[in-house]
């Protein structure tokens, strides 16, 4: 996670609720999903934002009991979060819209399925990029173009601070019993570690100097709202 306080995190399926995650959208400022999504092309207001007991529907962020004035910028990398078929309406109806719909100023969606380490890469940039003072469309410009350029040797960079957190997880393997929530969090957080090591390593046995450079990487992200 990345400079995000404990307690607005949700994570693992005891935390990331339905229930819990309208409350935190209520009282940020914002807020980060990296989860799983699905759009309904075929009913746009069934896009969904796939949660630990369920989904938040689209047709459920536009309602008037969805209110949320206080959110500055809302960041969707879950897939699909921007697909929809503009011939079908006058207006797009994807769950990006949803959010703008329920007050969120901006909102950073997806076009399409997105790669998980592409993503996690795209959304550190995107956010260096907004510490610096940019605004939001050239947040996003500079992010795609940071993740198009990146390369093996600044992969290996990250590589060593994964397979570190990696080992350190291992060893704290049998300090939670197996039915507590610590253990829960653990696993979750082990898992990911697990599988980022994992894609990094086949990035370092491949012959591609610029793992990220194709369009499906970097092309899928897309911004709304305010600048």
């Known amino acids: 996670m ?3 306080l404990p307690e607005n995190r949700l994570i693992g399926s005891t935390q ?11 009282k940020v400022q914002v807020l980060h999903s990296c989860h799983h999504a699905q759009s309904r092309l075929d009913n746009p207001l069934e896009s969904q934002l796939k949660l630990a007991d369920g989904s938040i529907t689209l047709g459920q962020l ?10 500055v910028e809302v960041f969707l990398s ?3 979060t921007n697909l929809g078929i503009p011939s079908l309406t006058d207006d797009i109806f ?7 719909c329920a007050g969120a100023r901006s909102v950073v969606s997806t076009l399409w399925s997105v790669n998980d380490l592409a993503t ?8 260096q990029q907004r510490q610096e003072g940019r605004n939001r469309p050239e947040a996003l410009q500079q992010a795609q173009i940071q993740l198009r350029e990146f390369t093996k040797l600044d992969l290996n960079k990250i590589f060593q601070e994964v397979e570190a957190r990696e080992k350190v997880l291992i060893i704290n393997r049998k300090k939670y019993p197996s039915d507590s929530i610590e253990y829960q969090q653990w696993k979750l957080e082990y898992n990911i570690y697990t599988k980022l090591n994992r894609r990094i ?4 046995n491949s012959t ?6 194709e369009p499906h990487y970097w092309a899928a992200f897309i911004c709304h709202g305010l600048r």
């Not at 994807?94 to 703008?100: A, D, E, P």
């Open 94 to 100: 994807t769950l990006s819209i949803g959010f703008l």
């Open 208 to 213: 591609q100097q610029f793992p990220f450079s």
């Open 120 to 127: 996690a890469l795209f959304s550190i940039f995107y956010y």
């Open 16 to 26: 990331a609720t339905s229930k819990n995650y309208r409350q935190l959208a209520q």
């Open 62 to 71: 536009m309602t008037p009991s969805w209110r949320l004035p206080q959110l």
């Open 201 to 204: 390593k086949e990035i370092e």
């Open 2 to 4: 990345y400079k995000i």
């Open 78 to 80: 879950c897939c699909e």
